[in-house]
Nanobody, 121 residues
Framework: QVQLVESGGGLVQAGGSLRLSCVVSGRSLSTTDMGWFRQAPGKDREFVARTKWSSSWTYVTDSVKGRFALSKDNAKNTVYLQMNNLKPEDTAVYYC??????????????WGKGTLVTVSS
């Protein structure tokens, strides 16, 4: 059974940094890819980033490129989202996702419960 547990959210001032973590249990061929989404209050869910356990490939959406970065620790089954120069518009619940290589970003079958990031101005 796949479980994703996010942590690292909190309150930060604009310009600050946070690092989110996602620990995955039950890794298999169905969880070759990992991603992050976010959902701001009153807005649609937004794709943020994606990576693969088996390679150094990562993708970060244009709206956060240059400020957010993905990394992972295979031995710890953990994916990280480093967020720098945070802005109030980054305020959202951030979700970790997992799925097979064939899954689209929105079609990732496994989701964590989310961690709240609040950026004050």
């Amino acid at each position: 059974q796949v479980q994703l547990v996010e942590s690292g959210g909190g309150l930060v001032q604009a310009g600050g940094s946070l690092r989110l973590s996602c620990v995955v249990s039950g890794r298999s061929l169905s969880t070759t890819d990992m991603g992050w989404f976010r959902q701001a209050p009153g807005k649609d869910r937004e794709f943020v980033a994606r990576t693969k356990w088996s390679s150094s490939w990562t993708y970060v959406t244009d709206s956060v490129k240059g400020r957010f970065a993905l990394s992972k620790d295979n031995a710890k089954n953990t994916v990280y989202l480093q967020m720098n120069n945070l802005k109030p518009e980054d305020t959202a619940v951030y979700y970790c996702t997992a799925g097979p290589v064939t899954a689209t970003n929105n079609g990732m079958p496994y989701w964590g419960k989310g961690t709240l990031v609040t950026v004050s101005s």
